[in-house]
């Protein structure tokens, strides 16, 4: 992600997760101790490399995309940036956001 700051010009991200846990432990300024604190300390690490960086909860529902994109990637075996296009796997969860997005009123 660091690199896609460098590359791309990104200065100001929001890291979104549907896990409740861990977005309030990465934004508490104490240290933590529980079993995630490899993945709290990785993200807190990351967010040094922007601008700015806010974290924020998005229910499982809404993170359809995401979740189908960070699976096709761990499939690869590499690091894989998608900026354009998406994965094949996950092209029907976008078609989905973009219906509701454009949905006529």
Do not use: Y
């Not at 700051?5 to 997760?17: Q, R």
């Not at 104490?30 to 229910?59: H, M, W, Y």
């Not at 993170?63 to 996950?90: C, K, T, Y």
Request: net charge negative.
């Amino acid at each position: 992600m660091a690199e896609a700051k460098a590359d791309l010009g990104f200065h100001h991200v929001i890291l979104e997760s549907d896990s409740k846990t861990l977005d309030r432990k990465v934004v508490n300024k104490e240290d933590d101790f529980s079993e995630i604190r490899v993945v709290v300390a990785d993200l807190k690490n990351i967010a040094k490399n922007f601008v700015g960086c806010q974290f924020c909860f998005t229910p499982r529902q809404g993170n359809r995309v995401a979740h189908a994109i960070a699976a096709a990637g761990r499939r690869l075996g590499f690091d894989q940036v998608w900026i354009e296009e998406v994965p094949p796997e996950a092209l029907p969860m976008v078609e989905d956001d973009q219906r509701f997005i454009n949905k006529p009123s």
